[in-house]
């Protein structure tokens, strides 16, 4: 059974930077295509950023673009997600994502892991 735990979340100022990393188990890692999607009091689940299988191949959320990195470890089976330049506006919970194609769209992964809280204030 494969299994995503997120870690890295917490209570920031605007303008500072988070590194959120998940690891993942239960299979072999390099498989999956990554992504991180983040839920608010708006909408259910968003999409962030995803990287292919190999780590070349990444996307991103257009308000997220060049203030956002995704990045992976598969020695460590582990998908990071650094954020940078933090606006109140990306608060929310962040989850990550596993799935067998590189993919923006949530139903494309299967395997999810529980949340990381974010929260940029002024």
């Known amino acids: 059974q494969v299994q995503l735990v997120e870690s890295g979340g917490g209570s920031v100022q605007t303008g500072s930077s988070l590194k959120l990393s998940c690891v993942v188990s239960g299979d072999t890692f390099d498989r999956y295509a990554m992504a991180w999607f983040r839920r608010t009091p708006e909408k259910e689940r968003e999409f962030v950023a995803a990287?292919?299988?190999?780590?070349?191949?990444?996307g991103y959320w257009a308000p997220v673009r060049g203030r956002f990195t995704i990045y992976r470890d598969n020695d460590k089976a582990t998908v990071y997600l650094h954020m940078g330049s933090l606006k109140r506006e990306d608060t929310g919970v962040y989850s990550c994502?596993?799935?067998?194609?590189?993919?923006?769209?949530?139903?494309?992964?299967?395997?999810w892991g529980q949340g990381t809280q974010v929260t940029v204030s002024s």
């Open positions: 990287i292919g299988q190999g780590g070349d191949l990444t």
């Open positions: 994502a596993a799935g067998g194609s590189y993919s923006a769209v949530s139903s494309n992964f299967p395997y």
